[in-house]
């Protein structure tokens, strides 16, 4: 039955990674750079597209909103709310500069840029990161298995050991959702 398989499936990518040290490392050091940026009144900004743009407003809200209890709001932004922008620079610039043109303008030295591709491959997230490494951002790149051309513009890759994009974005949000716990009950604690 395809419905227990997906599950299945799912389940043993996240075993995976629940088994991956060095990953599981990676995963906290990325929460700790958001709590010191966060610490230092900066800011944590996501790009992705499609599921991953998703991805990014969904966890851009955890910290701007709040993940488990009321507590004081985090400056996050998931880059692609602006239609109006995204659709003017695409038009007028190309669809490749949509997030580099933004991680000029709003980023600074110090804040945190997490770019969301599962290929690993995709143009405008590339570009964005090569920006935000040029400004002395802290480069994060949520992938898939061999981590793309994304690999080498990234301080920290999180490459969830998969190739199947359904299953990477489900343990993306679930990486997500951790770093989120971790920086609420540090910045928070209760």
Request: with cysteine; aromatic share 8%; proline share 2%.
């Amino acid at each position: 039955m395809r419905i227990k398989e997906s599950i299945e499936q799912s389940i043993a990518l996240k075993s995976k990674v629940l088994q991956d040290e060095m990953l599981l490392d990676t995963i906290r050091r990325v929460a700790e750079e958001c709590i010191s940026t966060f610490r230092a009144d900066g800011k944590v900004l996501f790009c992705g597209n499609g599921g991953s743009a998703a991805d990014a407003q969904h966890l851009a809200a955890e910290f701007s909103g709040r993940f488990y209890y009321d507590r004081d709001p985090l400056f996050s932004e998931a880059l692609h709310v602006n239609t109006s922008y995204i659709t003017a620079v695409a038009n007028d610039y190309s669809y490749d500069d949509i997030y580099a043109r933004l991680v000029k303008a709003k980023g600074r030295k110090g804040d945190v840029l997490v770019g969301i591709s599962t290929s690993g491959n995709s143009e405008n997230i590339i570009r964005a990161l090569k920006i935000a490494n040029e400004i002395g951002m802290i480069t994060i790149g949520f992938t898939g298995e061999t981590g793309g051309k994304m690999k080498e513009h990234c301080k920290y890759l999180i490459n969830i050991p998969s190739k199947d994009t359904p299953r990477v974005q489900e343990v993306h949000i679930l990486v997500g959702h951790i770093i989120c716990e971790l920086v609420e009950s540090t910045l928070f604690p209760r």
